[in-house]
Protein backbone atom coordinates (compact mmCIF):
# COMPACT_ATOMS: atom_id res chain seq x y z
CA UNK A 1 0.00 0.00 0.00
CA UNK A 2 0.88 3.29 -0.37
CA UNK A 3 1.50 5.87 2.23
CA UNK A 4 -1.89 9.02 2.14
CA UNK A 5 0.48 11.69 3.03
CA UNK A 6 3.97 11.16 1.46
CA UNK A 7 4.23 12.95 -2.12
CA UNK A 8 6.39 9.35 -3.64
CA UNK A 9 4.48 6.77 -4.48
CA UNK A 10 6.94 4.46 -2.20
CA UNK A 11 4.51 1.17 -1.20
CA UNK A 12 4.66 -0.52 1.93
CA UNK A 13 3.91 -4.37 1.95
CA UNK A 14 1.38 -5.28 4.88
CA UNK A 15 -0.40 -8.29 5.50
CA UNK A 16 -4.22 -8.58 4.22
CA UNK A 17 -6.11 -9.78 6.97
CA UNK A 18 -9.49 -10.74 8.23
CA UNK A 19 -12.19 -7.57 8.52
CA UNK A 20 -11.58 -5.06 5.76
CA UNK A 21 -9.38 -2.67 7.84
CA UNK A 22 -6.34 -2.19 7.99
CA UNK A 23 -3.29 0.15 9.20
CA UNK A 24 0.48 0.60 8.83
CA UNK A 25 3.20 3.31 9.81
CA UNK A 26 5.43 4.44 6.69
CA UNK A 27 9.00 5.00 6.83
CA UNK A 28 8.19 8.91 7.68
CA UNK A 29 6.36 8.51 10.77
CA UNK A 30 2.67 9.03 8.74
CA UNK A 31 -0.04 6.77 10.49
CA UNK A 32 -2.61 5.20 7.51
CA UNK A 33 -6.01 3.84 7.96
CA UNK A 34 -7.51 2.26 5.26
CA UNK A 35 -10.71 0.51 4.54
CA UNK A 36 -10.93 -2.24 1.78
CA UNK A 37 -13.91 -1.09 -0.31
CA UNK A 38 -14.61 -4.93 -1.64
CA UNK A 39 -16.77 -7.13 0.06
CA UNK A 40 -15.25 -10.04 1.65
CA UNK A 41 -16.45 -12.89 -1.30
CA UNK A 42 -14.98 -10.23 -3.78
CA UNK A 43 -11.88 -10.36 -1.98
CA UNK A 44 -11.59 -14.25 -1.55
CA UNK A 45 -12.25 -14.63 -5.00
CA UNK A 46 -9.48 -12.69 -6.04
CA UNK A 47 -7.51 -14.67 -3.67
CA UNK A 48 -8.65 -17.86 -5.77
CA UNK A 49 -7.92 -16.23 -8.37
CA UNK A 50 -3.79 -15.82 -7.46
CA UNK A 51 -3.20 -19.04 -5.74
CA UNK A 52 -4.67 -20.89 -9.09
CA UNK A 53 -2.37 -18.88 -11.16
CA UNK A 54 0.76 -19.36 -9.06
CA UNK A 55 -0.46 -23.28 -8.67
CA UNK A 56 -1.68 -23.72 -5.49
CA UNK A 57 -4.79 -25.48 -6.93
CA UNK A 58 -6.10 -26.66 -3.35
CA UNK A 59 -5.97 -23.35 -2.19
CA UNK A 60 -7.21 -21.52 -4.83
CA UNK A 61 -10.30 -24.27 -4.79
CA UNK A 62 -11.21 -23.36 -1.02
CA UNK A 63 -11.00 -20.03 -1.77
CA UNK A 64 -13.34 -20.15 -4.33
CA UNK A 65 -15.69 -22.44 -1.99
CA UNK A 66 -15.06 -19.58 0.80
CA UNK A 67 -15.82 -17.12 -1.59
CA UNK A 68 -19.26 -18.32 -2.67
CA UNK A 69 -20.37 -19.36 0.81
CA UNK A 70 -19.50 -15.23 1.76
CA UNK A 71 -21.44 -14.61 -1.49
CA UNK A 72 -24.49 -16.07 -0.27
CA UNK A 73 -24.42 -14.09 3.34
CA UNK A 74 -24.07 -10.90 0.91
CA UNK A 75 -27.29 -11.80 -0.76
CA UNK A 76 -29.28 -12.53 2.44
CA UNK A 77 -28.10 -9.65 4.30
CA UNK A 78 -28.90 -7.61 1.08
CA UNK A 79 -32.48 -8.82 1.04
CA UNK A 80 -32.71 -7.88 4.29
CA UNK A 81 -31.59 -4.39 4.12
CA UNK A 82 -33.61 -4.17 0.90
CA UNK A 83 -36.79 -5.22 2.60
CA UNK A 84 -36.36 -2.59 5.90
CA UNK A 85 -34.86 -5.29 7.89
CA UNK A 86 -32.58 -3.30 10.90
CA UNK A 87 -29.23 -4.29 10.49
CA UNK A 88 -29.28 -5.15 13.93
CA UNK A 89 -32.18 -7.67 13.90
CA UNK A 90 -30.29 -8.93 10.81
CA UNK A 91 -26.76 -9.76 12.65
CA UNK A 92 -28.98 -11.13 15.60
CA UNK A 93 -30.62 -14.09 13.24
CA UNK A 94 -27.31 -14.61 11.23
CA UNK A 95 -25.41 -15.43 14.41
CA UNK A 96 -27.70 -18.51 14.90
CA UNK A 97 -26.45 -19.76 11.51
CA UNK A 98 -22.56 -18.43 11.29
CA UNK A 99 -21.29 -21.60 11.98
CA UNK A 100 -23.43 -23.93 9.88
CA UNK A 101 -23.02 -23.78 5.95
CA UNK A 102 -26.03 -25.89 5.38
CA UNK A 103 -28.11 -23.49 7.29
CA UNK A 104 -26.81 -20.41 5.58
CA UNK A 105 -27.25 -21.96 2.05
CA UNK A 106 -31.02 -22.82 3.53
CA UNK A 107 -31.69 -19.26 4.38
CA UNK A 108 -30.03 -18.04 0.99
CA UNK A 109 -32.50 -20.32 -0.88
CA UNK A 110 -35.92 -19.27 1.43
CA UNK A 111 -34.71 -15.33 1.17
CA UNK A 112 -34.58 -15.49 -2.53
CA UNK A 113 -37.71 -17.34 -3.30
CA UNK A 114 -39.55 -15.19 -0.70
CA UNK A 115 -37.46 -12.13 -2.31
CA UNK A 116 -38.15 -12.94 -5.81
CA UNK A 117 -41.14 -15.21 -5.42
CA UNK A 118 -39.31 -18.16 -7.82
CA UNK A 119 -36.94 -21.08 -6.90
CA UNK A 120 -33.61 -19.87 -7.12
CA UNK A 121 -31.19 -22.06 -9.69
CA UNK A 122 -28.65 -24.04 -8.13
CA UNK A 123 -25.16 -25.19 -8.86
CA UNK A 124 -25.13 -28.61 -10.46
CA UNK A 125 -24.63 -31.59 -8.35
CA UNK A 126 -21.32 -32.70 -9.28
CA UNK A 127 -19.81 -29.10 -8.32
CA UNK A 128 -21.02 -29.35 -5.06
CA UNK A 129 -20.14 -33.38 -4.53
CA UNK A 130 -16.19 -32.45 -5.61
CA UNK A 131 -16.26 -29.66 -3.51
CA UNK A 132 -16.64 -32.36 -0.64
CA UNK A 133 -14.24 -34.25 -2.16
CA UNK A 134 -11.43 -31.64 -2.19
CA UNK A 135 -12.80 -30.02 0.70
CA UNK A 136 -13.55 -33.07 3.14
CA UNK A 137 -11.67 -35.78 1.51
CA UNK A 138 -8.41 -33.93 0.93
CA UNK A 139 -8.67 -34.67 -3.03
CA UNK A 140 -5.90 -32.78 -4.94
CA UNK A 141 -7.53 -31.35 -7.82
CA UNK A 142 -5.85 -30.66 -11.16
CA UNK A 143 -5.59 -26.94 -12.65
CA UNK A 144 -8.05 -28.06 -14.74
CA UNK A 145 -10.25 -28.97 -12.25
CA UNK A 146 -9.98 -26.01 -10.11
CA UNK A 147 -10.66 -23.74 -13.15
CA UNK A 148 -13.27 -25.51 -14.54
CA UNK A 149 -15.11 -25.03 -10.92
CA UNK A 150 -13.85 -21.41 -10.63
CA UNK A 151 -15.51 -20.75 -13.87
CA UNK A 152 -19.03 -22.04 -12.43
CA UNK A 153 -18.69 -20.61 -9.04
CA UNK A 154 -17.95 -16.93 -11.65
CA UNK A 155 -21.04 -18.18 -13.25
CA UNK A 156 -23.22 -18.73 -10.77
CA UNK A 157 -22.24 -15.43 -8.86
CA UNK A 158 -22.92 -13.30 -11.34
CA UNK A 159 -26.45 -15.49 -12.24
CA UNK A 160 -27.57 -14.08 -8.85
CA UNK A 161 -25.93 -10.48 -9.42
CA UNK A 162 -28.11 -10.01 -12.44
CA UNK A 163 -31.02 -9.72 -10.65
CA UNK A 164 -29.98 -6.98 -8.58
CA UNK A 165 -30.66 -3.87 -10.54
CA UNK A 166 -27.49 -1.86 -8.90
CA UNK A 167 -29.52 1.24 -8.74
CA UNK A 168 -32.38 -0.15 -7.17
CA UNK A 169 -30.72 -1.56 -4.14
CA UNK A 170 -27.69 1.03 -3.81
CA UNK A 171 -29.61 2.02 -0.58
CA UNK A 172 -29.23 -1.42 0.75
CA UNK A 173 -25.43 -1.55 0.06
CA UNK A 174 -25.02 1.99 1.42
CA UNK A 175 -26.47 0.67 4.68
CA UNK A 176 -24.36 -2.59 4.65
CA UNK A 177 -21.46 -0.64 3.95
CA UNK A 178 -22.26 2.15 7.01
CA UNK A 179 -22.82 -0.29 9.18
CA UNK A 180 -19.54 -2.62 9.06
CA UNK A 181 -17.53 1.14 9.03
CA UNK A 182 -19.75 1.79 12.21
CA UNK A 183 -18.70 -1.23 13.69
CA UNK A 184 -15.19 -0.41 13.02
CA UNK A 185 -15.41 2.60 15.31
CA UNK A 186 -13.57 4.76 13.88
CA UNK A 187 -13.06 8.27 14.50
CA UNK A 188 -10.25 9.98 12.43
CA UNK A 189 -9.60 10.19 8.70
CA UNK A 190 -8.82 6.97 6.75
CA UNK A 191 -8.88 6.04 3.77
CA UNK A 192 -10.79 3.85 1.25
CA UNK A 193 -8.71 2.06 -1.38
CA UNK A 194 -9.94 -0.92 -4.08
CA UNK A 195 -7.61 -3.41 -3.93
CA UNK A 196 -9.30 -6.03 -6.49
CA UNK A 197 -8.08 -4.31 -9.70
CA UNK A 198 -11.15 -2.76 -12.12
CA UNK A 199 -13.05 -3.05 -13.64
CA UNK A 200 -12.98 -6.96 -13.12
CA UNK A 201 -13.91 -6.79 -9.38
CA UNK A 202 -17.70 -8.42 -8.80
CA UNK A 203 -18.66 -5.89 -6.70
CA UNK A 204 -19.41 -3.68 -10.30
CA UNK A 205 -22.59 -5.14 -11.20
CA UNK A 206 -24.48 -3.45 -13.38
CA UNK A 207 -25.91 -5.48 -15.71
CA UNK A 208 -23.80 -4.05 -18.71
CA UNK A 209 -20.40 -4.80 -16.41
CA UNK A 210 -21.79 -8.76 -15.70
CA UNK A 211 -22.27 -9.17 -19.10
CA UNK A 212 -18.74 -8.18 -20.39
CA UNK A 213 -17.13 -10.16 -17.70
CA UNK A 214 -15.50 -13.71 -18.53
CA UNK A 215 -13.69 -16.03 -16.25
CA UNK A 216 -11.15 -16.61 -18.73
CA UNK A 217 -9.97 -13.17 -19.41
CA UNK A 218 -10.04 -12.49 -15.71
CA UNK A 219 -7.34 -15.31 -14.89
CA UNK A 220 -5.45 -14.06 -17.66
CA UNK A 221 -5.54 -10.79 -17.14
CA UNK A 222 -3.94 -11.56 -13.31
CA UNK A 223 -1.42 -13.03 -15.05
CA UNK A 224 -0.67 -9.84 -16.66
CA UNK A 225 -0.93 -8.17 -13.49
CA UNK A 226 1.91 -9.93 -11.83
CA UNK A 227 3.97 -9.21 -14.78
CA UNK A 228 2.91 -5.53 -14.40
CA UNK A 229 3.71 -5.77 -10.90
CA UNK A 230 7.07 -7.59 -11.52
CA UNK A 231 8.68 -4.54 -13.32
CA UNK A 232 8.36 -1.95 -10.54
CA UNK A 233 11.01 -3.80 -8.58
ZN1 LIG B 1 4.18 8.73 4.69
Known amino acids: MACRECQEDRFKSIDLTDGIYCKFECENGHKNNIILQEWKFEILFEMALMALKDGYTR ?59 EAPKILPKNITEFRNRVIHKGYIPTTEEVTDYGREIFKYILHILKKFDLHE ?17 IDYSYGLICIVPV ?9 HMIESLDFDNLLKSRKEFEVMKGSFE
Open 59 to 117: EAFSSFAASLERFYEYIIELIAIHNGIDSHQFTTTWKLMSVQSERQLGAFYTAYLLHFK
Open 169 to 185: YMPAILKMTQKTRKALN
Open 199 to 207: PVGLKHHSK
